[in-house]
Nanobody, 116 residues
Framework: QVQLVESGGGLVQAGGSLRLSCAAS????????MGWYRQAPGKQRELVAS???????NYADSVKGRFTISRDNAKNTVYLQMNSLKPEDTAVYYC??????????WGQGTQVTVSS
């Protein structure tokens, strides 16, 4: 079992920045990939960014150049630095982790609202 606790969401004006954090606990020795997804009202959940245990990153085209995912393996924490935020970035952001066994876990979600 893995527990994920997210923090850092909130309300920000367009062009502003936010930093999301997700701390993992539990069977953390088996974590492979950590990532962030988001879901806007009426839309499907989509991948925002992911990072492997080796540091390889992957980003959605819509956030490339604006968002940066990073990972502190010592703290079992993944971060999402979001700059130049746009109203279309408004969504509930979910932390996700994929274990080496192939099993995945989700955090409870944190709301990010970008006003125009």
């Amino acid at each position: 079992q893995v527990q994920l606790v997210e923090s850092g969401g909130g309300l920000v004006q367009a062009g502003g920045s936010l930093r999301l954090s997700c701390a993992a606990s539990g069977s953390i020795f088996s974590i492979d990939v950590m990532g962030w997804y988001r879901q806007a009202p009426g839309k499907q959940r989509e991948l925002v960014a992911s990072i492997t245990s080796g540091g390889r990153t992957n980003y959605a085209d819509s956030v490339k150049g604006r968002f940066t995912i990073s990972r502190d393996n010592a703290k079992n924490t993944v971060y999402l630095q979001m700059n130049s935020l746009k109203p279309e970035d408004t969504a509930v952001y979910y932390c996700n982790t994929l274990l080496l066994t192939g099993r995945g876990y989700w955090g409870q979600g944190t709301q990010v609202t970008v006003s125009s």
